[in-house]
């Protein structure tokens, strides 16, 4: 009787300790604020299109942590990412657990408003220049160009 219960214990603990694989044909979800689809695998390949948070997309091949993906919404997009960005896990949009924009990247920083409003009013760091700092973005071309003046692109 022990050793049932134990399998089925098991059964039900082991499902929701593994992380969800992307699988050919499979449903998965957008998990990050905006998702960028690239042409291959390389760090320099074209963007394809962008999905936002949530997108359904449609799993069509896998190759190691990296998933070629084509938008639900959209047959026409489709492109590859990293597994990491997408979750098999329903995001219902306006859902009673919504968060706000500020709030994707704080959680991805393991931090919550509550916690960078403590720090902010315990500290007499410069916040502005900071979120400043983080709101600066660099497009593709920019960071090729740097990384190959510099002699930094030893392959991808």
Known sequence: MKKIFIVLYLCVL??????AQASRGGTMYVASRTLDLKSSTGFFAS???RLEYGVQVTVLQV???WVEVRSAA???LAGWTKTANLTAR???PGGTASVSANEV???GKGFNQEIENAYRSKNTLNYADVDRTEAQRV???DLKKF?????LSMGE
């Open 139 to 141: 497009s593709m071309e």
């Open 105 to 107: 990247p704080l959680a």
């Open 63 to 65: 190759n190691g942590d």
């Open 90 to 92: 329903r995001i219902v």
């Open 47 to 49: 963007t394809r299109g």
């Open 147 to 151: 990384l190959e003046e510099g002699r």
């Open 74 to 76: 959209n047959s026409s």
């Open 14 to 19: 082991i499902p929701m300790i593994l992380p």
